[in-house]
């Protein structure tokens, strides 16, 4: 069995209450059903585009493909890291949350709270950066 920190390290207060609200929420909600939530989210990303040009519609679908790695490796994970993973996905789906999405930068809190999780998980490599 891994040995876990209790929660994802390098959040700060803020990120890391909302992050538990979206544990506890996507407690008992299949892990399939939250990758398609944030799907259906990314192609809300993809359309709001359009009308608002700072979207970052690029790191919106690498942040994606890293959900759908997690979901497609899911079994892997023990039952408390597929909790903070589930708040992860749960997270992302959602848009107006620490910082709105649809703004530019509005990924940032996005990604801060992936990346923990990916550590959390043993899954740094999986990493995602603004900048690539």
Known sequence: MVDHPHTPDGLKPQQLAQLEEHVRRGQLVDHELLLQS??????????????????????????CHVLDRLVADWDAFSPVEQ???????????????????????????????????????????????AEE
């Open 83 to 129: 909790s903070w993973l589930r708040g992860v996905i749960r997270y992302f789906s959602k848009s107006n949350d620490q910082r709105h999405d649809f703004r530019p930068g509005g990924f940032a809190d996005d990604l801060d709270i992936l990346n923990a999780c990916l550590r959390y998980v043993h899954r740094a490599q999986w990493q995602v950066h």
């Open 38 to 63: 944030a799907y259906a989210h990314l192609e809300d990303v993809q359309g709001q585009s359009r009308e608002q040009p700072g979207v970052n519609v690029a790191l919106a679908e690498r942040i």
